[in-house]
T-cell receptor, first 115, second 112 residues
């Protein structure tokens, strides 16, 4: 596996379900990100992790819960979602040194549909 | 405020003709700028980036972009479009604090 991988690629869930999205990066990076891409809207940054520590939560509702057990893996736990949460969820990684961010590399995304 | 404006939501070209996708930016600092491409149901792929070295930046698949500070522009060009270039293109500003500012995207349509 190379680059940034995400599973599952597609997910359909009811509003009462609990599911998790997984992201893995094989680039040796130390920063990972979750983005939300909704139709006709710019990409929205959700969370940032540096060296496994969350450094950014962009006012994301608590029904989205991130987890970063190590620098290579990032999860997004989902529960009690709303239909408006249906979107493409993208994971990215980068190398971060001295507060300067390098290029972010994106995974293929998980297409989430909430019924 | 730092922002990116992609001037066209859709651009249509014929195969073999030049491509021009326009992007203007606003930044208080010396910007780092990127172009990403997204094919249907795929993630974002980096095409090229500008980080204050040469103003003409060459990327993958024959794309290039020119940084013009006087015009606050970073337009993406390609001399000859290919059918496989049909996708959505995003101009992105790196604020330097791990926050990327994305344009709203330009959908490139390529007809035979």
């Amino acid at each position: 596996e190379t680059g940034v991988t995400q599973t599952p690629r597609h997910l359909v869930m009811g509003m009462t379900n609990k599911k998790s999205l997984k992201c893995e990066q094989h680039l040796g990076h130390n920063a990972m990100y979750w983005y939300k891409q909704s139709a006709k809207k710019p990409l929205e940054l959700m969370f940032v992790y540096n060296f496994k520590e969350q450094t950014e939560n962009n006012s994301v509702p608590s029904r989205f819960s991130p987890e970063c057990p190590n620098s290579s893996h990032l999860f997004l736990h989902l529960h009690t979602l709303q239909p408006e949460d249906s979107a493409l969820y993208l994971c990215a990684s980068s190398q971060m040194t001295d507060r300067a961010a390098d290029t972010q590399y994106f995974g293929p995304g998980t297409r989430l549909t909430v019924l | 405020a730092q922002s990116v404006t992609q001037l066209d939501s859709h651009v249509s070209v014929s195969e073999g003709t030049p491509v021009l996708l326009r992007c203007n930016y606003s930044s208080s600092y010396s910007p780092s700028l990127f172009w990403y491409v997204q094919h249907p149901n795929k993630g974002l792929q980096l095409l090229l980036k500008y980080t204050s070295a040469a103003t003409l930046v060459k990327g993958i698949n024959g794309f290039e972009a020119e940084f013009k500070k006087s015009e606050t522009s970073f337009h993406l060009t390609k001399p000859s479009a290919h059918m496989s270039d049909a996708a959505e293109y995003f101009c992105v500003l790196n604020t330097g604090f791990q926050k990327l500012v994305f344009g709203t995207g330009t959908r490139l349509l390529v007809s035979p």
